[in-house]
């Protein structure tokens, strides 16, 4: 299939422009920016680029706010609500996020909950904000992302949906044309199917683990898991209350929540233990002599140095040819390059 590649610099600029046009703030836009380019790079193609006309769309109909800030309604020495103001999703998570690391920096944690909330790109992008810090960090969304830090900047980042994928991909293979594996979704009569658009229309995504005899039963609980830490615990929307995918008939009032803890506050060593603990499993025999063993984090360091080697990220043409149609309604110039076509 046909890529195009394209520099970093030239995607984060412009979905900048195409979030500006619609009136978003600047600094604003290139929060969501950011997110969506670092999503692309680490891999995450279903909550890159792929997922701009939907940002644009919220702004563009007012079920998003462009204006203001988030605000903190509560706060103790170790925790605090904030509430979102039904920003930017991005907006909100770097808020939150900031003033969860200046806790834990002040009293070793943070723990930060929003509402008023919106999407807000890969749940990774946030804890890694933590780990330039060198603070753990756990949060979510109904995903999850923990990160830990160990020595000469290696990392444990786990970033995951509670679901055997997430929604963004069956939505990048449905734009693509392509089915899905087994297993990853079900249509409106709750049977497994391959197609994208009956899992998109009326169906749903398969909890982790799949069936009941499979272990389907715990990716379920760590969905309500998070719920309970996000939705519940911040007053925001939660299970069925929160309105369904993509269908923008009011504000998605999506809680969130951020947590920071310095290892500092704890026993000391903690990146030289965390680094033999990395060192322990991907030193492991593998089962295929030719797929080594990797820890959480690796694969998307691997996708981002393949980026970083190629000079920009390789992105399938439909996708670009979408995003630039999207552009094009909204006055939008200059539009993603794809000159620069390569097979992959």
């Known amino acids: 299939m046909s890529r195009c590649l394209i520099s970093k610099p030239d995607v984060q600029g412009f979905i900048e422009r195409c979030m500006v046009a619609v ?27 792929n997922r701009m006309d939907m940002y644009v769309k919220d702004v563009q109909s007012g079920i998003c706010a462009k204006d203001g800030e988030p605000v903190v309604e509560k706060e103790s020495a170790a925790t605090a609500l904030v509430e979102g103001k039904n920003l930017l999703g991005p907006v909100v998570g770097n808020f939150c996020m900031n003033l969860a690391i200046k806790k834990a920096k002040e009293v070793g944690i943070g723990w930060v909950v929003a509402r008023g909330s919106n999407h807000y790109g890969i749940a990774g992008y946030y804890a890694l904000q933590a780990l330039k810090e060198n603070m753990i960090c756990t949060l979510g969304t109904n995903p999850i992302s923990v990160a830990a830090p160990a020595n000469d900047g290696d990392s444990f980042v786990l970033d995951m949906a509670t679901s055997a994928v997430a929604l963004g991909k069956v939505e990048l293979y449905e734009r693509r044309g392509d089915p899905i594996p087994e297993g990853w979704g ?30 389907g039963y715990k990716g379920y609980g760590l969905g309500m898991m998070v719920e ?30 951020f947590v920071a803890i310095n290892p500092e506050n704890f026993a000391p060593g903690f990146s030289d233990r965390m680094s033999d ?22 694969p998307e360091r691997m996708n981002m140095k393949r980026c970083d080697d190629m000079g920009g990220i390789p992105y399938h043409i439909n ?7 999207c552009a094009k309604n909204i006055g939008v110039s200059p539009l993603l390059p794809c000159d620069n076509l390569i097979s992959n």
């Open 228 to 257: 309970v830490f996000c939705g519940i615990l911040a007053g925001a929307q939660y299970s069925n209350h929160v309105r369904t995918w993509k269908v923008t008939d009011r504000i998605a009032n999506l809680g969130q929540c």
């Open 277 to 298: 603990l990395l060192s322990i499993h991907r030193g492991m025999e593998p089962a295929d002599p030719n797929v080594p063993v990797l820890t959480a984090g690796d």
């Open 23 to 49: 009136g978003t703030q600047p600094h604003h836009a290139r929060s969501l920016a950011e997110v969506l380019v670092e999503g692309d790079h680490r891999g995450h193609y279903s909550h890159g680029l």
């Open 186 to 215: 079900c249509d409106a009569n709750g049977k497994l199917s391959t197609d994208p658009k009956k899992v998109l229309s009326g169906g749903g995504l398969v909890p982790i683990g799949g069936s009941e005899a499979t272990g």
């Open 319 to 325: 996708v670009v040819n979408y995003m630039n149609d």
